[in-house]
C-alpha cells in the first residue's frame, strides 16, 4: 500500500546489487512512496549486477562510484543533486564487504592488509560519505542518513569475523557524526540493527543458514525480512521521525532483547558437527 510518505522528496541509495539486495527493495519502496532516487555501486557491481535492470525499472540514473573514495562521492552527491533538481533528502548506506571473510580467515588469524581493506569499505566509507555531503551541503534540513548494521557490533558471532568490528565503528560514526550534523544542519543519521538476512552479502558468513534459523527461532516476531527492512527505512526516511537521530535501532523481530526463547531450548543439540573441526579434530572457534 502506497502512504506517499516520500512525496516530493529526493535520494540516493548506496549497494543496491540484485533482487536480494535490502538496498534494491529500499529503492523500490521509496519511489512507490513517491521519492526520485538516485542509485550507487561500484563501477564493477554495476557491469557485473543487475543495478541497470533496477534503474530501467524505476527510471533512475546509476552513478558508478568506489564509496571508499572521496571523488568519487564528491561525484556522486554532484551528479545526484543535478540530476534531482537540488539537494537530497535521504541517503542509504548499504555497503559490506570482508576480504578477511571471503578467504575464510579465522578472526585470531586475520591478514591486516584485508581488515583495513574492511574498515573502509565496510565502515568508513559511512564517515566519508557523510563528511562529503556536510562539505557540498547536499542534505536538506531534516534530512536522513541511514546505514545497515548488525547486532554483532555489540555481540559476537560466530563466523561474523572482522565484520562485527566494521559495524561497531558503523554504529559509532553514526553517534559521532549524528551530533554534528544535527546540531549544525538538523540532519538526522541512524543506523538499522536489521536481522540476519539472505543477500549476497550475508551468504558469505560461515553458517549463515544455521544462524538464520537460530535467530529466527529465538525472535518471538521470527526474522525481518528484506522487504520489512525496506519498510523501516522508509519510515526513517520520512517526516514521522524528524527527531530520531543518533540511534542504532535493532529490527530483529525482538532477537537483540531475547536470552532463550522455548523455540530454540527445544531444538538445541549438544555437541559440535565435523565441519567446525580443523583436519586435527580440534574445534575451530573463529
Known sequence: MNYNLLKGKRGIIFGALNEQSIAW???EKAVEEGATITLSNTPIAVRMGEVSALSEKLNCEVIPADATSVEDLEN????????L?????????????????????TYDDLD?????????ISAVSFHKMIQVAKKMDAVEEYGSILALS?????RTFFGYNDMAD?????????????????????????TISQSPTMTTAGAGVKGMDKLFDFADRMSPLGNASADECADYCI??????????????????????????SLRAMTTYEKGIDDEYKDEKGQIIYG
Open 166 to 190: 566494521a559495524k561497531a565503528l558503523l554504529e559509532s560514526i553514526a553517534r559521532s557524526f549524528g551530533y554534528i550534523y544535527g546540531r549544525e544542519h538538523n540532519v538526522r543519521v541512524n
Open 25 to 27: 527493495k529500499v529503492a
Open 235 to 260: 519510515m526513517m526516511f520520512s517526516d514521522l521521525t524528524r527527531k530520531v537521530t543518533m540511534q542504532n535501532l535493532y529490527h530483529d523481530g525482538g532477537f537483540s532483547s531475547v536470552g532463550m
Open 150 to 154: 548488525y547486532v554483532a557490533a555489540q
Open 85 to 105: 533538481g537540488g539537494k537530497v533528502d535521504f541517503v542509504l548506506h548499504s555497503i559490506g564487504m570482508s576480504p578477511n571473510v571471503r578467504k575464510k580467515r
Open 112 to 120: 591486516y592488509e584485508m581488515l583495513d581493506k574492511t574498515l573502509d
Open 76 to 83: 556522486v552527491f554532484k551528479r545526484s543533486m543535478e540530476i
